[in-house]
């Protein structure tokens, strides 16, 4: 028989996932959209390792001497556990993106706990290091998801700025204009480093631009590194 707390929690799940919408999120919510010290913005990647992209990516981090924050899947890391070890030989910072890219507004708590569980002790197995952010496929939190960040020690943090470089339509320039319509210093820019969940070949979109937003934001006098270098604004 359910328990009235577990009732409560059923019933509670999809709720918070207002707050994950970019107005009330940027506006009400800078902590749980990931803005920071004003002289800085984060980079950060979703859905990889990817081993035919990744490292392309992680060899332009490194000619540019720049470090970013990848949030990773528990099933593509599974897939390519030795390049998990490269991106965090390489000094940038690993999160947890679940394990698989599913709305959690659609799974339930205990299916929400053993996803969010199962991911951030495969990714510490692998990194002797234990995560501490978390952001959630498609930017949707659910009660259950806060629930178990909270007991799992993770941070969740969503973006404030994003390129929309997942679509069929994205170019270099494109991903680029969509970022920068939105960033200003602490933002927090969302991309993706892979296709997985994406068209095919749009990473190459997102590679192309990444350069372009470095030179914008260096121009601005903005600092460009991963989330534990950014700062906290809000709460």
């Known amino acids: 028989m359910i328990t009235l707390a577990e009732a409560a929690t059923v019933l509670a799940h999809?709720?918070?996932?207002?707050?994950?919408f970019g107005p009330v999120r940027n506006r009400v919510l800078p902590g749980l959209a990931a803005r920071g010290s004003a002289d800085h913005v984060a980079l950060t990647f979703d859905d990889g390792p990817d081993p035919n992209s990744t490292p392309r990516f992680l060899d332009l981090l490194a000619a540019r001497s720049v470090h970013a924050t990848f949030f990773l899947l528990g099933s593509m890391a599974e897939r390519a556990p030795g390049l998990v070890g490269e991106i965090r030989a390489a000094g940038h910072e690993i999160g947890v993106h679940g394990w698989h890219h599913q709305s959690l507004l659609f799974r339930g708590p205990r299916a929400t706990d053993q996803d969010l569980t199962r991911a951030r002790d495969y990714l510490a197995d692998?990194?002797?290091?234990?995560?501490?952010?978390?952001?959630?496929?498609?930017?949707?939190?659910?009660?259950?998801?806060?629930?178990?960040a909270r007991r799992l020690g993770l941070r969740p943090t969503l973006w404030t700025s994003w390129g929309e470089d997942w679509t069929a339509r994205a170019t270099p320039a494109g991903v680029y204009r969509q970022v920068t319509k939105d960033l200003h210093g602490g933002g927090t820019i969302l991309l993706h480093d892979t296709d997985c969940t994406a068209k095919p070949g749009s990473w190459h979109a997102t590679l192309g631009a990444v350069p372009l937003l470095l030179d914008h934001c260096e121009e601005r006098g903005w600092r460009v590194g991963p989330m534990r270098e950014h700062g906290r604004v809000g709460v």
């Open 14 to 20: 999809p709720f918070p996932a207002t707050t994950t």
């Open 126 to 148: 692998l990194t002797g290091e234990q995560p501490t952010l978390f952001r959630p496929p498609y930017g949707v939190m659910t009660a259950s998801a806060h629930r178990t």
